[in-house]
């Protein structure tokens, strides 16, 4: 408790109080029912019991300013001991506007934070621009891509696009939010949709908008491989039917009456039409396979049998390039999860195309094995998996095609696999059918050498 003090800001209030009485006394003594003595007297005596009365209302008060002030400055002190209920009151008004005022920053700092964690955490780069271009702000997605330190650089230090640049001053300048598409050059470039959005209102920190980039690399690629796709199906479709049509002309024109010829060009028109037939044939089996993709088999299949039935199959096929297909499928492999049918799809067309390009005369070799040693990505997801291999002894892939030869109808000779009745879609069905057996397909090769095709079919998951 502190000890009442002298308040100077008292003395007029004492003045203002001791005005009446004195009045009374100075009548008093005019009219002279009061000496002057004890006039003197009676009025010293208000004065100082006013004072008296006053004081410690005026060191409550001071005391109350003194705690309002800290509050003020940010200080949390303990409310001060209180004389009296008529300012006990005011603290009490006080306290509960501390609690109010300190409940809205809470709330205040808690939103902030919570923005800012946003901002953070959004997996697209963000800059928040001021009215010079410079950054004031930019996420982490922003500063994995860019470096870390971004703030005050000019945009045009990071992304010297011109394009980009001269909409993100038209932002800057007042106009409407715009898109600009661009490359980003890298060791694999990227392509990004730039989205500029101005503020209403500048925030305190001097951002006027707000920069976001997307990554569209996935979509563009998806974009012109959908229209690769169509390009060559057509193509493929084309190519047979304007030979048919080519031989149905002849046919019903300069060899209408040969016999002879009649019998080739059925041969061929036959051919052709088959081709055409697979090919329409293999286009509706992939597209069924990707429909399926994400709903795994739940059947458990013997690898080995089916291998062994696949390569019976294609017996006559080998002996005719002379080529003699070796098994090694030990006894006693775990069954794996997965629909037979496709299973032997897999194999058929790996296992065609090891009698396609491998070397006329040459063995192949097909073996199963149990392995704990799987591709990294698989590693993740599965802890054994069967391995089938097949190996040719044929001219080999150069090492720049294999990422694409999953993809639809590429081939690296396109001239030689036509003419070896390949459609090029063969090894794109084996991918989507090995990753709806939640598996892996690894290719490796040696150009001259040839070339070995593994299937992981997972056995126990991670
Ligand atoms: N064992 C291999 N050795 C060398 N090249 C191969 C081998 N397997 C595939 N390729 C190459 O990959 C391309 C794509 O193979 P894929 O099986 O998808 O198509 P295809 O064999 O041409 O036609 P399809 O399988 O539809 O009859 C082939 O055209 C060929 O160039
Ligand atoms: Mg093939």
Redesign the pocket.
């Known amino acids: 408790m502190t000890s009442p003090k002298f308040n100077r800001r008292l003395l007029p209030l004492v003045a203002a109080l001791s005005t009446p009485p004195l009045c009374v006394f100075i009548m008093l003594v005019a009219f002279g029912a009061v000496d002057f003595g004890p006039a003197a007297l009676g009025t010293a005596a208000t004065v100082l019991l006013t004072g008296l009365l006053l004081l410690p209302y005026g060191t409550d008060l001071a005391d109350v300013a003194g705690y309002a002030r800290e509050l003020g400055r940010g200080v949390e002190t303990r409310p001060p001991a209180l004389r009296t209920g008529l300012v006990a009151d005011v603290l009490t008004a006080l306290g509960q506007l501390r609690r109010n005022w300190r409940a809205r920053t809470d709330e205040l700092t808690t939103l902030v934070r919570f923005h800012d964690a946003l901002f953070e955490s959004l997996p697209s780069p963000l800059f928040l621009l001021n009215r010079q271009r410079r950054i004031v702000r930019a996420n982490s997605a922003a500063r994995k891509i860019f470096g870390r330190e971004l703030q005050g650089r000019d945009l045009a230090g990071l992304l010297r696009h011109p394009a980009l640049l001269e909409a993100t001053d038209r932002v800057l300048k007042g106009q409407a939010g715009s898109d600009v598409e661009f490359a980003l050059p890298g060791p694999i470039d990227r392509e990004f949709r730039a989205m500029l959005e101005p503020f209403s209102e500048a925030g305190s920190d001097g951002t006027v908008a707000i920069l976001s980039l997307h990554d569209v690399t996935a979509l563009k690629q998806m974009e012109q491989m959908r229209a690769d796709f169509v390009a060559n199906a057509s193509h493929e479709l084309r190519t047979p039917l304007s030979v048919l049509l080519g031989f149905i002309e002849t046919l019903r024109g300069p060899a209408r009456d040969d016999i002879e010829a009649h019998e080739r060009f059925l041969a061929i028109m036959f051919e052709q039409a088959s081709r055409m037939s697979?090919?329409v044939a293999?286009l509706l089996n992939l597209s069924r396979i990707e429909l399926n993709e994400h709903t795994r088999p739940d059947g458990q299949t013997d690898v080995a049998t089916i291998v062994r039935r696949v390569a019976d199959g294609l017996e006559l096929q080998a002996g005719q390039r002379d080529m003699r297909i070796e098994l090694a499928l030990p006894e006693g492999l775990p069954p794996v999860t997965g629909r037979e049918d496709e299973l032997e799809q897999i194999f058929q067309?790996?296992l065609?195309?090891?009698l396609?390009?491998?070397r006329a005369g040459s063995d192949i070799a097909i073996s199963a094995r149990l392995t704990e040693d799987l591709p990294a990505s698989l590693a993740a997801r599965a802890r054994r998996a069967i391995a089938v291999a097949?190996r040719?002894q044929?001219?080999?892939?150069a090492r720049e095609?294999l990422p694409r030869?999953?993809?639809?109808?590429?081939?690296?000779?396109?001239a030689?696999?036509?003419q070896?009745?390949?459609?090029?879609?063969?090894?794109?069905?084996?991918k989507h059918l090995v990753n709806r057996h939640r598996g892996q397909l690894t290719?490796d090769?040696i150009l001259g050498k040839?070339?070995v095709?593994t299937v992981y079919l997972p056995i126990e998951e991670a």
């Open positions: 697979r090919l293999d067309n790996l065609d195309n090891a396609k390009y491998g097949v040719d044929g001219e080999g892939i095609h030869l999953t993809e639809r109808f590429f081939r690296v000779d396109a030689r696999s036509r070896l009745g390949g459609t090029g879609l063969g090894l794109a069905i084996v290719i090769s040839g070339s095709f």
